[in-house]
Every structure is written in structure tokens, then in C-alpha cells.
């Protein structure tokens, strides 16, 4: 596994674009590495959200359900739209039950749909759960996800050293988990890359305010750097977006159709051709996907 500041070893920063070009290869499909297509805003507007997100190239998406209450909805919408992965779980934010009262549900319908976990994970900004109940609610589902083989998504908000020793606690893994909107600095990506971690970036990257999570990107290696939109949340910044749902009450939400400008734009962070991005995007999707740790 390659240090994780040594992402020129894969050579994606030699790779001219001019060679690339004279390939004539066709454009590759984009994968949106975390969506939630499940959301009340979406109600109504879903198959014009998809048709948008197919025009726009997107051939995959992993769709994270955040509560017990949404896991049929995410499943349904998944049977319905072969470009959707689901992914069953239940979100720090959305933490009100004993995990006594959901476990075996989220149990029997990972089983049946053959769905991976996520989304779970600790936030210690936004989340009404002490930190302890939110290390067991995760700790429980980690099981799950290994004991099931099934790959995880994480979300960590300001708990990256809690997050860490959750994990550590869980190892050696046997299946990949994916670090979402990673905003994490390079040491702690550094740990989580040792267990064989993912990491997922979107629009919030864009904005120069955001240092430490560009310096985490930019020491990604490539073939562990996945892109994402977190659509409805996240609408990129001004300039990235080519989409923009209307809410109620003047909200505006995201949707994954703005993918192709957040990938420009992180590509143009990274200094490689959008293309290449794509690819390797894809192909990690895939690696992810397909259980590698
Ligand atoms: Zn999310």
C-alpha cells in the first residue's frame, strides 16, 4: 500500500494531456461516490434529478440512507434505477432509538438486498447523541458490515481521533469503508489509509477556505481518492454550479448533475485533465465496490 503522501508514485501528475487526448478513449462514466436520493426535497422531482444526472454522464451512485425510516425508501429507489447502489444505516445525526429496536431490521434487509452500510459515523458539532452512544451505534453497525462483508461509509465531523481508535478497535479489515466529505488533516488520513481506507471529496474542496481538506486531497493517493456531490446537501460554490434545485421557503439544494463541474474543479486542484479523473474516479468506485480493502 503506497505511503500517503506519496500519490506521484501512481504517476497521474506525468501522465500529459496531450497523451491522453491522442487515445481518442472515449469520455468514462462518472460515479458519484455519496448521494441521498431518499430526501424529502426530492420528492417529486426525482426521475427529472436522474435524467439530469444520466445526461450529464453519471452511470453510478451510492445512495446512503441516514435512519430506519428512510432504509425502504433508499431500496426502492435503488430497484428502480439500475445506477444506484443503496446504502442502509443509521447517521449520528439521526440516533433516537436503543440500537435493540433497529439492529436485526438493518440485519435482515442488508441481508435480503444485499445493500452496504452507510451512512454511519461520529459528528461532535451536529449530532444530539453523546459521543459515547454514537461510538456503540457505530461500533454495532462496523460489525454488521464485516460479519455481512459489505463495505461501509463513514462521516466524521471534528471526532477524527474517536473515529480512529473505533476503528482501530475493528481491525484488521477485511472491507473497504469510505471516508465522506473527508475534511480531516493528512496525519489522521494517514491512519485511516493503514486500515485501507477511501476518501471522497465534493464541492466544499472548491472553496479556498477549506485548507486542510485541499491539503488531504491533494496527498490522497489515486487509486484511494473517489469524488462525490452529497447531493441535496453541499450545493458547490458559485461557478460550479450547473444545477440548482429549488426547496421550499428559497432553499436551493444540490443534485448529482453538478458531478461533472465539481470534478473540473478538483481536477484543476490537483493539476490532471478531468478525464483522467473521471477514470480513475470510476475505477476506484468499482475497486471500492467490489470489497477490496
Ligand atoms: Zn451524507
Known amino acids: 500500500m503506497p ?23 472515449p469520455t468514462p462514466p462518472l460515479a458519484d461516490a455519496h448521494v441521498h436520493l431518499q430526501e424529502e426535497v426530492y420528492e417529486g422531482h426525482l426521475e427529472d434529478i436522474m435524467d439530469r444526472a444520466r445526461a450529464a454522464g453519471i452511470a453510478k451512485m451510492l445512495s446512503n440512507a441516514t435512519h430506519p425510516g428512510d432504509w425502504e425508501l433508499t431500496l426502492g429507489i435503488a430497484r428502480g434505477h439500475d445506477e444506484v447502489v443503496p446504502c442502509l444505516g443509521v447517521h449520528p445525526w439521526f440516533i433516537d432509538h436503543g ?112 485548507k486542510k481538506a485541499r491539503r488531504a486531497l491533494r496527498a490522497t493517493p489515486s487509486d484511494r481518492l473517489l ?25 436551493t439544494w444540490n443534485e448529482p448533475a453538478n458531478l461533472p463541474a465539481i470534478l473540473g474543479g478538483i481536477a484543476d486542484l490537483l493539476d490532471e485533465g478531468p478525464d483522467e479523473l473521471r477514470r480513475r474516479g470510476w475505477e476506484n468506485l468499482e475497486r471500492f465496490l467490489g470489497g477490496a480493502p
Open 99 to 210: 440500537i435493540e429496536d433497529w439492529l436485526e431490521g438493518l440485519r435482515s434487509l442488508l441481508e435480503e438486498s444485499g445493500a452496504l452500510v452507510g451512512e454511519v459515523g461520529l459528528d461532535r458539532i451536529n449530532a444530539d447523541a453523546s459521543l459515547a452512544e454514537q461510538r456503540e451505534v457505530l461500533s454495532r453497525q462496523i460489525e454488521l458490515a464485516q460479519e455481512l462483508g459489505r463495505p461501509v461509509m463513514i462521516h466524521c465531523v471534528r471526532a477524527f481521533g474517536d473515529l480512529v481508535q473505533v476503528l482501530e478497535d475493528h481491525g484488521p479489515w477485511e472491507v473497504p469503508f469510505l471516508m465522506h466529505a473527508y475534511g480531516g488533516s493528512v496525519e489522521i488520513a494517514e491512519r485511516l489509509l493503514d486500515m485501507g481506507a477511501y476518501f471522497s471529496y465534493g464541492g466544499y474542496v472548491l472553496d479556498d477556505r477549506h
Open 3 to 25: 505511503a500517503f503522501s506519496c500519490r506521484s508514485l501512481t504517476g497521474s501528475r506525468l501522465r500529459a494531456p496531450e497523451l491522453v487526448s491522442m487515445t481518442n478513449a
Open 227 to 251: 469524488i462525490e456531490t452529497d447531493a441535496p446537501a453541499m450545493l458547490p460554490p458559485e461557478g460550479f454550479r450547473t444545477h440548482v434545485l429549488e426547496g421550499d421557503r428559497g432553499r
